[in-house]
């Protein structure tokens, strides 16, 4: 049976020198559909989605408003099938909208009566790790494996607990098959911390700066989980010994900087949870190594090993291997070859880990080192032609200069450019055939 859901890589440097000390290379690793999956309208899986939703004090009666507007229109998005909770939050956590199968449209008009109160609990600070907890046991309360389960969180500000715990609390959840993203606004919304919360479900950030956005931004995330396919998706990266694991990258949708790649190990293998497969996306990831000396011939970097469930389908436990390889060789005319592709969404992907490096030189106060990183930064995005992000680096840094320190707002709106695609076609591959 050939794989549902795929899987290819394209590696920047295919051909290496013989008289290369050692080499460094990058691999891009993508996953999408079929095109027989993703034209069945039929293959689509069933959520279970939980809203958490801030209503510390600092919540103003506008974004209140739009918040409870984008909830109520979030059950309208539901399909039959779907289920819903509500949790709201500040010191307390309330559970709004327990566990509710979405099978009778009758149910709505009291759900969307429980969502428009939610104001009355407005008060007290942001204390998301015990929201996080209850989200996970009302997600746990309707005991269907076919449902993808699913967290929204939607916060004002920063968190008034301990960030450890809450990130604790968020790991173990992430690590139950749980997956996170997170929606803030305002001055205080905590961009890096909240990119770290979601991170171990492989989730997404979005910044919203007008209230009025809200209600577009949540249906865009609710039209997300019923495009959804495949779950429970994990990219397994066995790394062969004598390769020397780099950094990791999320290149699509959304960009992200990973982290540093330890491994585990003699099985040096690690595990990017990709957590749900939308039919109309393209899943990327971009992973660098080096290489040392060796003779002619191929090597293989790493074993990649795709695993998903198909509820639709009725299948658990489907697959898709793919072996990276690359060859030595002395041929100059092969040597000389450079994916373009691959060096491009490098440099986009980049930019996210420098941004993260100009935020901790700042918190630093390391003048020298953050002057460096916002002219590697206005370099970056004159290269890519982006020419407002690159006039953006040159007056963040005068005023750096100036004053000395950058507001939560230049590094929310920084952090948020860095994981924009500037090319925005999605390119979908079916190889089918070629298996």
């Excluded at 909770?85 to 559970?95: K, L, N, P, R, T």
Aim: aromatic share 6%; hydrophobic share 35%.
């Amino acid at each position: 049976m050939s794989e549902e859901i795929l899987l290819d890589y394209v590696v920047d440097q295919p051909f290496i020198p013989l008289t290369n000390e050692e080499t460094a290379l990058k691999i891009l690793l993508r996953v999408n559909a079929s095109n027989a999956l993703r034209v069945d309208t039929t293959a689509t899986v069933s959520t279970h989605l939980c809203l958490v939703l801030d209503v510390s004090s600092s919540m103003k009666a506008r974004e209140m408003r739009e918040v409870k507007e984008a909830a109520k229109a979030a059950l309208d998005q539901l399909r039959p099938g779907d289920a819903i909770s509500v949790i709201a939050f500040q010191s307390v956590v309330y559970e709004v909208i327990e566990a509710t199968r979405l099978d009778d449209p009758s149910v709505l008009p009291d759900l969307k009566r429980r969502i428009d109160v939610i104001d009355q609990y407005q008060g007290g600070g942001t204390d998301m790790e015990y929201a996080i907890e209850k989200a996970e046991h009302q997600l746990n309360a309707l005991a269907d494996p076919s449902l993808a389960r699913k967290i929204i969180l939607f916060t004002d500000g920063q968190v008034t607990g301990l960030e450890e715990r809450c990130l604790e609390k968020a790991a173990e959840v992430s690590s139950r098959g749980v997956s996170m993203e997170a929606i803030g606004f305002g001055p205080d919304f905590d961009y890096a911390f909240m990119q770290r919360l979601v991170s171990f479900s492989n989730g997404f950030t979005e910044k919203i700066d007008n209230p009025e956005e809200i209600r577009a931004v949540f249906g865009r995330r609710v039209q997300g989980l019923t495009n959804a396919i495949a779950v429970n998706v994990s990219l397994d990266l066995t790394f062969t010994p004598q390769v020397r694991a780099g950094r990791g990258y999320r290149s699509s949708p959304e960009m992200a900087y990973l982290g540093n790649i330890r491994l585990p190990g003699e099985t040096r293998t690690i595990t990017i949870p990709i957590g749900t497969i939308e039919r109309d996306k393209e899943y990327g990831y971009l992973i660098t190594c080096a290489v040392t000396r060796r003779e002619a011939g191929n090597m293989r970097l790493l074993k990649a090993e795709l695993r998903y469930d198909i509820p639709s389908m009725g299948l658990e436990g489907g697959s898709s291997t793919q072996s990276v390889v690359v060859t030595y060789t002395d041929d100059p005319a092969r040597t000389a070859q450079i994916n373009g592709e691959v060096e491009r969404v490098f440099d986009e992907v980049e930019i996210g880990r420098i941004v993260g490096e100009l935020d901790k030189a700042t918190k630093r106060q390391d003048h020298q080192r953050a002057s460096v990183f916002f002219d590697i930064l206005a370099k970056r995005y004159e290269e890519l032609g982006d020419r407002e992000m690159q006039q953006h680096y040159v007056e963040l840094k005068r005023r750096y200069m100036q004053e000395g320190n950058l507001s939560q707002e230049d590094m929310n709106y920084s952090r948020h450019k860095s994981t924009q695609r500037r090319d925005t076609a999605v390119k979908l591959v079916d190889a089918s055939d070629l298996i």
